[in-house]
């Protein structure tokens, strides 16, 4: 097998709900993820962070309740905290792993950047829930004490939202290169990194949640990566989902996805946004390949034995 450098993008399933499980989890990840180094392959890790960022927005929230002087923290800052607390976990476990096959390869977390364009018109349209559910009352409250847009979410009460722009660019790229040329493992772009907005030379967090994949993508075609891999909850994608003539997709071209995507086949929060980002990095340039699969089968994906590989 040739030795590629690989854009890893975990999903949820990798990291767990709570502190306890990320423990958990990350141990797991790790032996995936330090299989295909032991393949020689270069491999650089981003990651969601959909409970871990909600848990510290929540618990900032509940403080500023106590401490009425203190300002509710930004969404931003709370992206970065996840991004380390996240990286935290997932280097030391990866590093232990590394160590227990005989390796001492560096492992390094970069608190990462990512820039979004100020007049994304995702901001005149807020749709990405994050925080409490908050009855009307509250709702109306917490909206006028800090003018954030509540919307109701699926009949279970209201709950602030947030935009979600496209991806620009990963301020930190040079850096990240630099370490992954030195051989160094890196864990960056987390949680689709913290949305930032250039002002001359200030960059100003937005209000805002970037979708991970797409962030790992524009991470992967920066790196010049020859692969992009998508880890999900299925090992393959599927057309007819649920249904008796579901079709489980194996190797298919980028033309094919594009078809299957205007026919409907994927669901806008969960596969769509996934297939988009494999589309948009394997038509990208030639020789670069996507792959979507569960965490534990990346290794014989990329040996092209599982998974969905999306190419030109």
């Known amino acids: 097998m040739s030795k590629k450098k690989i854009v890893i993008a975990l999903g949820g399933n990798a990291l767990g709900n709570t502190l306890a499980e990320q423990m958990e989890a990350v141990k797991i990840t790790a032996k995936s993820i330090v299989d295909l180094i032991e393949e020689g392959h270069q491999v650089v890790i981003s990651h969601g962070n959909g409970p871990q960022v909600g848990m510290i927005n929540n618990a900032f929230t509940e403080f500023s309740k106590i401490e009425k002087d203190q300002p509710i ?60 559910f908050m009855s009307k009352e509250q709702a109306d409250e917490f909206s006028q004490k800090y003018g954030y847009p509540m919307k109701e979410d699926a009949g279970r009460g209201y709950r602030r939202v947030v935009a979600s722009p496209k991806p620009v660019e990963i301020v930190e790229i040079d850096a990240i290169r630099a370490l992954v040329d030195a051989g160094q493992v890196v864990i960056a772009g987390g949680g689709g990194g913290i949305p930032v907005v250039l002002n001359g030379n200030q960059l100003k967090g937005a209000s805002a949640v970037i979708d ?101």
């Open 212 to 312: 991970k994949d797409f962030a790992s993508c524009v991470l992967a075609k920066e790196l010049d990566a020859d692969y992009l891999i998508i880890l999900t909850a299925v090992e393959k994608v599927a057309i007819n989902f649920g249904k008796p003539d579901v079709k489980w997709l194996s190797n298919i071209t980028v033309e094919e996805a594009e078809k299957y995507m205007e026919e409907g086949h994927f669901a806008p929060g969960s596969m769509l946004p996934k297939v988009q980002a494999a589309v948009d990095f394997a038509a990208s340039k030639e020789g670069r390949s996507a792959l979507i699969t569960l965490l534990e089968k990346a290794k014989d994906g990329i040996a092209g034995e599982t998974g969905t590989v999306i190419s030109k």
């Open 73 to 132: 923290v930004p969404l931003s800052v709370c992206v970065a905290m996840s991004q380390a607390y996240i990286g935290y976990d997932l280097q030391n476990a990866i590093r232990e792993e590394l160590k227990n096959r005989g390796k001492n390869t560096p492992v390094a977390t970069m608190i990462t950047q990512v820039r979004v364009n100020g007049d994304d018109p995702a901001f005149q349209n807020p749709t990405k829930p994050i925080g409490k």
